[in-house]
């Protein structure tokens, strides 16, 4: 992966739109992807009370296309960055960032992300010049880990794709059921781990 960054002086605005020669650039691995949720509604009125804020995965993925920028913020400056992919792996971990700390206590996002469990392409964030480097880029859903409750005190579940059987099955604790793919895209997905398909066994050539 590719990050590219460059500084924003608060002290000018006009520097907010710096030229591209101020731009670093700096190679990376990751081990996940971080998928940063829109944030949810300050204020409920009675209508909104009962609905719960929706976002599609890929919207969440445009993070990564080399295109969006997002700040990042510390306590001397400021930050914009975009992601670049240059590499798919055979299996992509995505972390759904539900939680946020403040000075007091700890948030959770409850938004509801929705995904397809099988051909989800990949390709669609990636440059055209990385793309044409990949034979394969659609992923299929294998594991989901939800998060249920509030976030100091609550509950973990897990679903996990049997590749024998081509069946979907929810885990929590010393339980095990089965479940429907169609009720996994209505949890509160945590943690998700896509598969690469391919015919053909993954080689890590440069």
């Not at 006009?14 to 650039?25: E, I, L, Q, Y």
């Not at 296309?65 to 995505?94: G, V």
């Not at 964030?125 to 394969?136: R, V």
């Amino acid at each position: 992966m590719r990050v590219h960054s460059r500084k924003i002086e608060l002290e000018d605005a006009a520097t907010a739109s710096a030229a591209a020669s101020d731009t670093t650039t700096e190679s990376t691995t990751f081990l996940y992807l971080t998928c940063d949720l829109p944030p949810p509604p300050l204020f409920k009125d009675e209508i909104m009370e009962n609905i719960i804020p929706q976002v599609n995965l890929y919207t969440l993925l445009t993070k990564f296309n080399n295109e969006s920028e997002k700040e990042y913020k510390t306590y001397k400056e400021n930050f914009l960055k975009r992601f670049e992919i240059t590499k798919l792996p055979p299996y992509l971990i995505l972390y759904i960032k539900r939680f946020t700390k403040n000075t007091f206590f700890i948030e959770k996002n409850p938004t509801i992300v929705n995904f397809p469990v099988k051909n989800v392409d990949f390709g669609d964030i990636l440059t055209p010049e990385i793309k044409a480097k990949h034979k394969n880029t659609v992923y299929d859903l294998v594991a989901n880990i939800v998060h249920d409750g509030e976030p100091t005190k609550g509950t973990y579940r897990v679903h996990v794709l049997h590749k024998g059987t081509g069946k979907w099955y929810e885990m929590q604790d010393l339980h095990v059921t089965d479940i429907l793919p169609q009720m996994i895209t209505l949890t509160e997905a945590y943690i998700q781990i896509y598969e690469l398909k391919t015919d053909a066994p993954y080689t890590n050539s440069s």
